[in-house]
Every structure is written in C-alpha cells, then in structure tokens.
C-alpha cells in the first residue's frame, strides 16, 4: 500500500547526528524514510548501517558529491503521496506527527509551515529560521502566498504532494551549493493549491559542518548562479517582483579579486536582476554578524 510520506534525507558523514533526526521521525505515522548516503567514508558508513538496528528505513548509497544527486535518488525511489525533506544534521519538532496526520488530506500540492532554528551542539536558539518567518510576515501583509511559493529556496519545511514533483518532472539541480533553489521555487510556482499552517513543523540548525556554514569558493559561486537562474525563471513565469536578492553575490565576489567582481557584477547586470533587493537585509547589523560567520572561505 502507498504509504501517506516519504521522507528523504541526503547523508554525508554526520551518523550522530543523523541519529537524531531519525529518533524525531514521527514513526508512528508509518512513513517511509529513504537515507540517500553520498560518499561518506567506510566508518562513517558502518555507523549509519547500525542505525537499521534502531531505525526502520531504507538506505542507497552513491558517490556524486552534492546533495542534489542524492535527493534526487531519494525522488527515484520514493513511493509515498506527500514528500518531506530533512537535512541529516536537523530535526523535526515535536509537533510533526500532529501537523502531517492534520494535512495527509488535504488537496493543496505543498503545505509551508513556519520552522524554528537550534545551534546544533547546545539547542540555544538560532537565527536559520529568519528567513521564513519574514516571509509568512510577508504573506500576511500582502495577503497572497506568492512570497513562500517564489522565495523560499529550500525543501524544508513543506509537504509536497509527489505527484506534482513527478507530473512536472522537477529535479535538484546537482551542483556544489545552492541545490535546492530551483526545486523549491519550481514546487511553489507549479502548485495549483498551496497551504500556509504557521506552525513549527521542523528545526534547522546552525552547525560548523553543514555546508551553509562554510562556503568555499566553488560553493559561493554555485550559490550565486542558482540565484541568476532562479530569478530569470520567476521572470519568465511573470513573478520578477519576487526576485531573490543577489547583493550578497555581488559585495562578496570582490574578495576574490577585481577582476571576478566585475563579471559578476556584468553578470548581474545583463540578467535584468535588481541588485539593491534585499539591501536593508544584508546589512541589518545582526544579519550582517551572521553573514561574516558564514562568510566563504
């Protein structure tokens, strides 16, 4: 029988912490949970094996090096009605089970939730969870869903009925950083119907491993260009006024010389993107302490 959610999580060398997200799991609600491991090393590997001793769920491993390739692995397999993603080193709230079995009915293709964010060591609240909430805020004030469905970049956080994700044949784009910008803004312009429930359904966390913490300079540019893409799709779509900022795109390419700047700027420029959009985010003074911590490396 098709089971109510398929839960896909894209793996690499986090088993502690992997274990974590899998004892939030709401197991009984029978979901089907896929574990897509991308070259994690023998020992790494072994210590997620041991968790079948605990855990119910399947595991597929590959050797592709971005998330992308293994949420999309994760997409080949999955078989359930609605798609839920978590990253390895994140978690869902203790409100999950409750919020999945109150929607499993419903006939939007997504539901958003609000999310909360947790430093991953000590569970001292975060800032991660930002982002959305100034969107749903945003939602509130232009009394449209259109600020979720065009700028919330990331799979979290949503359940997504698969059957939109395999009609419209959206996929993770397989690149170093940046993965999911596309997928995410695809589901929510593609959507018929979307839900807002202003719950926290899911904690992201702030971790000195994940990958938005350390951005070198192949992840920074992956990241910038997923955005130029994103935007000329919202262009094309008609949707150019929820274009995603590229100012950090812009002020952070100079570190890497004139040179590099200025074809990003040029870049920028000639792809009709707005680079003062999201000015007063980037340098809010706390979003810019958070920035220099997150800064490329």
């Given amino acids: 029988m098709e089971p109510n959610f398929s839960i896909i999580i894209p793996h690499h060398e986090t088993p502690r912490l992997l274990s974590r997200l899998l004892a939030s799991v709401p197991w009984s609600l029978q979901p089907e949970v ?9 020992e790494a590997l072994a210590e997620v094996e041991k968790l079948h001793d605990e855990f119910d769920f399947q595991l597929y491993c590959i050797d592709r090096h971005t998330a992308g390739a293994a949420r999309n692995e994760g997409l080949r397999h999955a078989c359930g009605r609605w798609l839920i993603f978590a990253d390895a080193d ?27 964010s947790a430093y991953s060591d000590s569970g001292r609240r975060a800032y991660r969870d930002r982002q959305v909430k100034r969107l749903i805020r945003r939602c509130e004030r232009e009394k449209t869903l259109w600020p979720l469905c065009a700028m919330h970049t990331n799979p979290w956080g949503k359940m997504i009925r698969r059957a939109l994700v395999v009609g419209r044949r959206i996929w993770f784009e397989e690149i170093p950083s940046a993965n999911d910008a596309m997928f995410s803004v695809q589901v929510g312009v593609e959507a018929a119907r979307v839900l807002l429930d202003e719950s926290e359904m899911y904690c992201v966390t702030v971790s000195d491993v994940s990958l938005t913490s350390n951005l070198s300079r192949d992840r920074f540019e992956s990241n910038g260009e997923a955005r130029l893409r994103v935007n000329a799709y919202l262009r094309d779509a008609g949707l150019g006024r929820y274009q995603l900022s590229v100012l950090n795109y812009l002020l952070g390419a100079w570190r890497y010389g004139i040179g590099y700047g200025w074809r990003v700027l040029r870049r920028c420029m000639a792809n009709g993107n707005r680079p003062w959009v999201g000015f007063w985010h980037v340098f809010n003074p706390v979003n810019f302490y958070h920035s220099l911590k997150s800064a490329p490396k």
């Fill in 34 to 42: 896929i574990v897509v491991d991308d070259a994690s090393g023998a």
């Fill in 90 to 116: 994140d978690y869902f709230t203790a409100d999950a089970a409750r919020l999945w079995q109150k929607h499993v009915n419903d006939t939007a293709d997504v539901v958003f939730f609000d999310v909360t």
